[in-house]
C-alpha cells in the first residue's frame, strides 16, 4: 500500500512571501501520478498543480511550483509571493497507474496554510 | 458550465439509520469517485465508478456501497450508520479513469447521533 506523509500539520507565512511545503512518499511503483490539492475554508477540493512521475521536468503553474524528487520520493510545493487568498488546507496525493487505469488517490493528512497581512 | 453538486449538503441521522447521498457529476464526466474526510483518518478513499461498473474500492466495510447510473450520476450508501460515520463525504468526478484531473463537489455532511 502507498503511504503519502505530510510532516507540517501548519504553516504561517506573511503575505508576498514564499513558502514551501513538504511531502514525502511511499511507494515499490514506478507508474504514478502526484498532486497538490487546495481546500480553502469553504472545503471544495481544488487541484492546484500534477506531476507524472515519468516526466523529469517539475511541473509549474503561476505562482505554484513543485520540487520532484523521485528517487528520494518527494513532491514539495513552493508557492511564490503568496496571497491571501492561498490560506487553505494543502493535502499532498497520490495516484498509481495500474491495469489501464487509476487507483483511487491516497491522501496525506495536509498542511494548514496560513497567509497573515 | 456547472461544478459537481452534491446532495444532500447536510444531514443529520440517528446510529442503525441508513443514509444515501448523491453525486451529479460535470456534464461529460463518466468517472465518478467518493472520499469520506474525518478529523481523524483525514482524506480516505471509498469507491470509484466508471461507465455504471466499480472499478476500485477502498478498505471499508460492506455497509459503504454505492452505484452510477447511466447519466454518470452516482449514490453512495451507508446502512446500520454507527458514529464513526460521521464525517464530511466527497464526491469527485472526472472525464475517466486513467489519471486525469478530479473535480470535487462541495461534499455532504453527515452527523450520526
Known amino acids: 500500500a502507498q503511504t503519502v506523509t505530510q510532516s507540517q500539520p501548519e504553516m504561517s507565512v506573511q503575505e508576498a512571501e514564499t513558502v514551501t511545503l513538504s511531502c514525502t512518499y511511499d511507494t515499490s511503483e514506478s507508474n504514478y501520478y502526484l498532486f497538490w490539492y487546495k481546500q480553502p475554508p469553504s472545503r471544495q477540493m481544488i487541484l492546484v498543480i500534477r506531476?507524472?512521475?515519468?516526466?523529469?521536468q517539475n511541473a509549474t503553474e503561476n505562482r505554484f511550483s513543485v520540487n520532484f524528487q523521485k528517487a528520494a520520493k518527494s513532491f514539495s510545493l513552493k508557492i511564490s509571493d503568496s496571497q491571501l487568498g492561498d490560506t487553505a488546507m494543502y493535502f499532498c496525493a497520490f495516484m498509481l497507474l495500474s491495469g489501464g487505469g487509476a487507483d483511487g488517490l491516497t491522501f496525506g493528512k495536509g498542511t494548514h496554510l496560513i497567509i497573515q497581512p | 458550465k456547472a461544478g459537481v453538486t452534491q446532495t444532500p449538503r447536510y444531514l443529520i441521522k440517528t446510529r442503525g439509520q441508513q443514509v444515501t447521498l448523491s453525486c451529479s457529476p460535470i456534464s461529460g464526466h463518466r468517472s465518478v469517485s467518493w472520499y469520506q474526510q474525518t478529523p481523524g483518518q483525514g482524506l480516505q478513499f471509498l469507491f470509484e465508478y466508471f461507465s455504471e461498473t466499480q472499478r476500485n474500492k477502498g478498505n471499508f466495510p460492506g455497509r459503504f456501497s454505492g452505484r452510477q447510473f447511466s447519466n454518470s450520476r452516482s449514490e453512495m450508501n451507508v446502512s446500520t450508520l454507527e458514529l464513526g460515520d460521521s464525517a464530511l463525504y466527497l464526491c469527485?468526478?472526472?472525464?475517466?479513469?486513467?489519471?486525469?484531473?478530479?473535480?470535487f463537489g462541495e461534499g455532504s455532511r453527515l452527523t450520526v447521533l
Open positions: 469527485a468526478s472526472s472525464l475517466g479513469p486513467l489519471g486525469g484531473e478530479l473535480f
Open positions: 506531476q507524472e512521475a515519468y516526466k523529469q
